[in-house]
């Protein structure tokens, strides 16, 4: 079980009741969320899971979140697909893309938004590049480097204008051997408040502004 990290590198608080026997060998083992690929490189016979949230963690106010368990799963080919369809409202004035790795950024602009309902592209990791592929106009460079250990961003605001809009999240770690690329099922967020994008705006199916909704598949080819 991958658990977020509001407050940091520790794993137990605040969500305390999910501890790990001291062996490691329990029924379920409780990870952080930043090395998932080792602990499935540690742990190849488990199935695994991420549990998000949605929503300021404030145990003091007893204010509730809108929490989700989602199956993670380990995909390796010779290069990744990572295809992303993003529900778009009727409002939709324009929609901007960064993919992103570290410090390294490019820029992408959805053609045609205000005459969309939905924004469908891949995310596409092979011979040591990523790059959108969709409706798509790239503002410079089309592709970015990956290397092992790497971990891409890829995020999309929805503009609406007039101070109107929201943002997309999707984010995936890369890892690299023997000419074969390995990651896991992304991590997905819906951010209408920027102070809580970053681990407290988690994609929940059916949480968020009307006709807003991230599906999200990867696949090895």
């Excluded at 390796?76 to 893309?97: E, I, K």
């Excluded at 959805?110 to 309902?117: C, F, G, K, V």
């Excluded at 891409?152 to 204008?161: K, M, S």
């Excluded at 809580?196 to 705006?201: V, W």
């Amino acid at each position: 079980m991958f658990l977020p990290e509001p407050y940091g590198d520790w794993l137990n608080h605040p969500f305390q009741y999910l501890r790990n026997d001291p062996g490691f060998d329990g029924r379920t083992l409780y990870a952080l969320d930043d090395h998932q690929l080792a602990v499935a490189d540690a742990y190849p016979d488990r199935d695994y899971y991420r549990y998000v949230y949605r929503g300021e963690w404030s145990p003091h106010a007893g204010d509730p979140v809108e929490p989700a368990l989602q199956r993670v799963r380990v995909t390796s080919g010779d290069s990744l697909t990572v295809a992303t369809r993003m529900g778009l409202p009727a409002w939709t004035d324009g929609v901007t893309f960064t993919l992103s790795n570290g410090d390294e950024r490019v820029h992408y602009t959805l053609d045609d938004a205000a005459s969309r309902s939905s924004a469908d592209l891949d995310v596409v990791v092979t011979d040591g590049t990523a790059k959108l592929i969709g409706p798509l106009s790239a503002t410079g460079n089309e592709s970015l480097g990956v290397e092992a250990g790497d971990s891409i961003a890829l995020d999309v605001h929805v503009d609406g204008g007039y101070g109107a809009g929201f943002s997309y999240r999707v984010r995936f770690p890369v890892a690299v051997a023997d000419g074969q690329y390995r990651t896991v099922t992304p991590y997905r967020e819906l951010c209408t408040d920027l102070r809580q994008c970053g681990g407290a705006a988690a994609y929940v199916p059916g949480v968020g502004p009307t006709e807003a909704s991230l599906n999200v598949t990867v696949r090895g080819d």
